[in-house]
Structure formats: C-alpha cells, structure tokens
C-alpha cells in the first residue's frame, strides 16, 4: 500500500505473521512484525508502517473503546486501562459563532492518563511485551511519559523518560513519577532528547516508544475510526473535516492510515475521507511551513516556543507521513498564535469542555481558516483536542479569572455581589 489514497492491493509477504508486517513507506521493503526490534527501515532508513492482509470494514468491529477495532490492529489484545471512546461534544454556541453546518469536539483528555496518547502505548507497550523487550523509554514534551509510564507500569516493565529541563508542565511530570518512571531532565529542547532516545534505543538499551515506532500509530488511528462512526450514527454521513493539532505529526499519519485502510476495504468511497486539516502554534510551526511553500521536506526549526507545550516541537519525526496525508485529502495546515490559542482554550471551557492549550490550537486554528473562507459554512466539522485541562494547571488558571477576596459573612458576600462587576480577563 502506498500512501496514495488510491493504494494496490498488498502482496502479502514471506515474512508476515498471521497476515502482518512492517513495509517502509520510502522502498517498499518488508520486515517480520515481531522477530527483532525495529524502527525503521533496515535498508533505506525511511520510516515504517503496519501493513494487514486483511483489512476489516465497520460491520467488523465488536466492543468499546481501542480494542473495539482489534481486527484493525496487530494484535488481538493490549495492555489495557480502557483507553478510547472518548466523547464527541456537541458545542452548539461554538458552532453558531462560526457559522457552521455542524462542529463537534472530540476530547482526547478523557482517555485514563488525560491525553490521546494512551491509545498508543495500549498497542505499543503490548507489542513490546510480544518483542520481550524489558525497558521503555521515550522523550516527551509531558503527555508521552505520563501515558507511557502508566502503561509500562501496568505491564510491570521499566520505563525511562527523558523530558527538557522547565518546559514541561508540572501535572505531567507528576504523573510520570507517581506511575513509577525514571525522569532524566535533558538541558535542551524535546528534538534534542528525541535524538538522546533514538541513540540509546539503536544501542538496545531500551525500546522506543515515541510516534516513530510504527505500532504506536495503529492505536491512534482508532481515533479516526471513533470519529467517522460518530458522525455516521449522528448525521448519516461523515465529516468533511478533521482539524487536529500537530507537534510530531502522529495523529495526522495515523489518521490518514486509518482512512486508507477503509478505503481499501471498501468500507467507505473516496469522497467520504474528510479534509485532514493541520494546526500549529506560530512559534513552533515547520509543518505549515512545509504546506505554504509546497515542499516535501520538513525543515527542522531548532529554536521553539509557544504556551501550547504539548506541541512546541521543531521536528515532527511523521512529516513524511502525515503531508501526504494532508495533500491527499486536500486539507491544508495553518498556524495560530499563542493568543489565539488561549482563547479557543476559554471558547471550550464556555462549553464546558476543558482542554490544555495545545488542544485548544485546533479550534483556533478553526476559527482562522473560517475567517479567511477557507472552511465554508455548509461544512461539518471534528475538531480533535488532544489533552485535559488538568495537564497543564498553570495555564488554565492563567486563562482564568482570578479569585476575588471577600469577608467571611453572607452581608459581606452579597454586598461584594452587588457592588463592583466581575473583573474581566
């Protein structure tokens, strides 16, 4: 299968097992899936995918949450916290305010660690115990080792986690400690102990669990699949946009995996696949940058920064990946400031659905493309947001209002009540 929307169909190869394998997508080689430990492609270095000798259709899937499309992933079981059907909200003043046919968010955060990132290492870390790997590691701007470390506890295995030193929010960092992991803070950014990771996990002294792994990917697809049979059940059709945040591109080329995995199944058309529609914070944005100018190379930004810490990455490893993605569907990227980032934080939470910032660059990035006509009015939009509000508590309350001081009486409360007006923002 190429990465085209229109794929051949597989030969399945000699080295598959029980019909699966990895192929890179770059020379097409192909590798057993579980005999040795790999993340990329022995011959070429190009990144890999799982590929299936079957491919499953709707009427395949039995159960709830990730393990539900089990029949769509390399194997038949997980180490698993229940991770997956998460909520699809209907925001009805969002969507009225941008004038759309419909919008509806898909919250990520409320998955068991708080991010999108457990439907990864529930596949991941299964996948590792199948290799007999003893010790994980990853680098991570905060939702990565939060996830992975709950989950290599649950699989009673090691984990490391290397994060930059300050630029990790500290709900995060306190997940990753109390679910047991080893915290190494690296004096740089995340591309530089994505590099550290890398080295130490070609040296076999750990086994990777970063987006690069292939496997991690096929748990994150199963948000594509969540997302479609929603809004079939819902509006007897399919989106015709998936607006996402983007820091290392694993959503977006898990995404896209998933809707050409359908499309070869037969289990939905070519004007079914929505628009994969990519958002970044300004200060961190080599994907938009890559669209704008038509390239098919990512240029790596050694210097980033943005409120929105989840996605303040400078090398998105599945660009290679994901802007075909983006192409295919004819979606498009676009960045959004800090600014703009808070406030689609503050339009969710007058929802009710509280976010971190970096979950909130999908609905600004909404509003700006809707702003410039790029997003018509007759379309029906999921916007993914990627991690809760609880991830990053200084930023809510920075987001917030401030307490307000009032004497410890009820006449003291009231008269505060009816006295001064609220302060704003």
């Known amino acids: 299968?190429?990465?085209?929307?229109?794929p051949d169909e597989p030969a399945v190869p000699n080295d598959a097992t029980d019909g699966v394998w990895l192929e890179c997508i770059d020379c097409s080689e192909t590798f057993a899936p579980f005999e040795d430990v790999r993340y990329t492609c022995d011959a070429c270095d190009g990144l890999l995918e799982v590929r299936y000798a079957d491919l499953p259709t709707f009427d395949d899937?039995?159960?709830?949450?990730?393990?539900?499309?089990?029949?769509?992933?390399?194997?038949?079981?997980?180490?698993?916290?229940?991770?997956?059907?998460?909520?699809l909200y209907e925001v009805p003043r969002l969507e009225d305010d941008l004038g759309l046919e419909a919008v509806r968010i898909k919250h990520e955060g409320m998955n068991p660690t708080g991010s999108f990132k457990d439907r990864g290492m529930t596949v991941g870390v299964a996948v590792a115990k199948e290799l007999g790997v003893d010790r994980l590691a990853c680098a991570s701007t905060g939702n990565t080792s939060a996830a992975l470390a709950a989950y290599g506890s649950r699989g009673g295995m090691q984990t490391l986690v290397l994060l930059p030193a300050g630029k990790v929010a500290a709900g995060k960092v306190a997940?990753?400690?109390?679910?047991?992991?080893?915290?190494?803070?690296v004096d740089g950014n995340f591309d530089a102990c994505l590099d550290i990771v890398q080295e130490l996990a070609a040296e076999g002294e750990a086994y990777l669990l970063n987006s690069l792994n292939p496997f991690r990917l096929e748990g994150q697809k199963t948000i594509g699949l969540e997302i479609l049979e929603a809004f079939r059940d819902?509006?007897?059709?399919?989106?015709?946009?998936?607006?996402?945040?983007?820091?290392?591109?694993?959503n977006t080329a898990a995404l896209?995996?998933?809707?050409r995995e359908l499309l070869q199944a037969g289990a939905i058309d070519r004007e079914d696949v929505p628009k994969l529609t990519g958002v970044q914070a300004a200060g961190a944005a080599p994907m938009v940058e890559a669209v704008e100018n038509g390239s098919d190379e990512v240029r790596r930004w050694d210097d980033v920064e943005t409120r929105a810490t989840a996605i303040r990455i400078g090398n998105p490893v599945n660009a290679p990946k994901a802007l075909p993605g983006i192409r295919e569907t004819e979606g498009t990227a676009i960045a959004v400031s800090d600014e703009e980032i808070t406030e689609a934080q503050r339009d969710l939470a007058g929802e009710g659905v509280g976010v971190e910032p970096a979950s909130a660059a999908s609905v600004a990035g909404l509003r700006k493309l809707r702003a410039e006509g790029i997003v018509t009015e007759d379309e029906r939009v999921a916007c993914l947001t990627t991690g809760h509000l609880l991830k990053d508590p200084d930023a809510a309350a920075a987001?917030?209002?401030d307490p307000e001081p009032v004497p410890a009486t009820t006449e003291g409360v009231l008269e505060h009540l009816t006295g001064e007006s609220r302060p704003g923002r």
Do not use: C
Not at 1 to 6: G, N, R, T, V
Not at 175 to 185: D, F, K, P, T, V
Not at 234 to 249: K, M, S
């Open 1 to 6: 299968m190429s990465l085209s929307l229109s």
């Open 175 to 185: 997940q990753a400690s109390l679910h047991g992991a080893r915290i190494l803070e």
């Open 61 to 87: 899937f039995e159960g709830r949450g990730v393990w539900r499309y089990a029949d769509a992933l390399p194997l038949e079981s997980g180490v698993t916290t229940q991770e997956g059907a998460t909520p």
């Open 256 to 259: 896209y995996k998933a809707f």
């Open 399 to 401: 987001a917030g209002d």
């Open 234 to 250: 819902d509006y007897g059709t399919f989106p015709d946009r998936i607006v996402l945040p983007v820091g290392n591109a694993g």
